[in-house]
């Protein structure tokens, strides 16, 4: 393989390494499209690496928030009061245009340049394209306080890492959401942002996992108990 292809199959593992995340049990990703239409992904169940489940985000929609939830197998909380999580999405959606030019520019672009005969007539612009953007949509997100946590170091390391590596760039909107930490419980949230189809394929996976965890417990144990009531629970719960 030439430098190039090198490089560009490198670009690819970073950005599918960046799209990916490994889920605990009591664990689903919820990801944000800009109508506001909410969709839970459980990961690939056949695929476990160190007891966790590979889930493996839509590689041609990362504009699309994407925030990791859980829920504690012995309590359920039907009400959170931390449900203002949700609206960052909007915040983030904004990022859409910018970090989709990036990724045009990266996986696009930049090839048409390094890999036919239009060379530096396909490279530049690609490179204009890529670092513009990436730099607009790194001050939006500093004006806007997007990160975790307002510390001035945080941002530094989020910005060298988005401008060293372009395709955490591309990926900008799930780095910021995938950090968060939400306190709603993933069944309470699930259940006030999504539609009842897909709802219905969460709750069939909770009720799955719940099914696990009661074969690892003793008939009559208080933890057989308290998994019972949860998931009668959760079968009462309608979006």
């Known amino acids: 393989m030439s430098h190039e292809a ?119 612009p690609a490179l204009v394209v890529l670092y513009g953007s990436t730099v607009l949509a790194l001050s939006y997100v500093h004006r806007r306080g997007l990160l975790a946590t307002r510390k001035r170091s945080r941002f530094v390391g989020f910005a060298f890492e988005c401008l060293a590596c372009p395709p955490f760039a591309v990926n900008m909107a799930r780095r910021i959401s995938l950090a968060s930490r939400i306190a709603e419980p993933l069944p309470s949230a699930a259940v006030r942002l999504l539609d009842a189809e897909n709802w219905g394929r969460l709750r069939a996976h909770c009720l799955s996992r719940l099914d696990d965890a009661m074969h690892l417990v003793a008939e009559d144990s208080t933890d057989k108990k308290l998994l019972v009531a949860q998931r009668e629970r959760l079968m009462e719960l309608q979006p």
């Not at 910018?98 to 390094?114: D, S």
């Open 6 to 124: 090198q490089l560009f199959s490198l670009a690819i593992l970073f950005y599918l390494y960046d799209s990916s995340a490994l889920l605990y049990s009591n664990e689903a990703i919820l990801t944000c499209d800009r109508t506001e239409r909410w969709r839970a992904e459980t990961g690939w169940a056949g695929i476990v690496i160190a007891g966790r489940v590979l889930c493996m985000l839509n590689p041609f929609s990362p504009h699309r928030p994407a925030f990791r939830l859980n829920w504690d197998f012995h309590t359920l909380e039907s009400g959170a009061t931390d449900t203002g999580w949700s609206e960052r999405a909007r915040q983030l959606n904004a990022l859409a245009p910018m970090t989709l030019a990036i990724g045009m520019a990266l996986f696009v672009l930049l090839p048409l340049g390094l890999f036919t005969a239009l060379g530096p007539y396909a490279v530049v």
